[in-house]
DNA sequence: GTTGACCTTGGAGTAGACTCTAAGGTTTAT
DNA sequence: ATAAACCTTAGAGTCTACTCCAAGGTCAAC
């Protein structure tokens, strides 16, 4: 039995973030003590982990919430729903992982392009690109860099 | 010179969203007819596209602004100053997606040590993984794989 | 002279996940 | 008896990048 800070520290968390996700239907204390402080059992407690790990691997709380109303009644349900929902979680995942891709060679390339030196920013190949290129086409950049002389 | 709609139209982008702009310091049209009407002129338009490239290439709106400010006074700044918003943007975008991909990591593992079959979910490995792992460690998953019978 | 397509403004709403504030009640120690 | 360290509530604020709304002004066409 835990009062709301402790149970918040011991998951290094905010108190607040506990009230948060009760409000969000995430997690409430199965009890109130006389003078109405929240109680939360070692099942909450265990409730809270779950949600905590769910959360170190991507998922968002209303993806959580999601699980966790499977995982309350899994007798009633398949692993195929379970399955779903992470197969789903890895496509989002996935999705934006390639969109930081593009970015990432895109900057790549307007990084290797410029020399970096003190000389003036008038002849920038970054600012050159960013001014007229056609978007997502820096590769004429890689090619031509400029020496900081 | 155009008019907000046009411009918007011309560049595949909502009216508001450049009215959003202008009140938030990106860019504001060099003129107003008569009636009150914003006119933008042609290096406006030009200043727009350089903010949809920068966008275009991940860049947040904080990080534009940042950018337009070296390249209206380029002459004053040096190539290195470009280069360390390109570089510190680069960073930020390599560990964003480190994150997801351990995310997609974890993830590929649970969906892998699932069989995604139609038995009940009562022992299905990732409602087991979440509920009782060690954050971050659903190697132990990977091996023991469950069939669907 | 009215319809329709444009434009203006200020302000509110959206999503996600908190985080903080104000104003007050409770418990424990000194 | 009073300070500190807890706890309560409702509600507001943060960040990002829009998007939408209401109420009204402008302009060209028919
Ligand atoms: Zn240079
Ligand atoms: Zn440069
Ligand atoms: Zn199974
Ligand atoms: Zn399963």
Redesign the pocket.
Known sequence: MF????L?KQHG?????L???EKHGLLA?SA???????VYSRDDAQRLAFILRA?AVG?????ITELLSIEVNKSQRVCSDVKDVVDDKLMKVSEKIAELERFRFSLQLLSDGCCGGSHSAEHCTILQALESCEPADFSQLAAETHADS
């Open positions: 009062r709301i800070g402790e918040a968390i905010n108190a607040d973030t009230r948060f996700y204390p109130r003590s006389d003078n109405g402080y929240r959360k998922f968002s709380l209303g993806e």
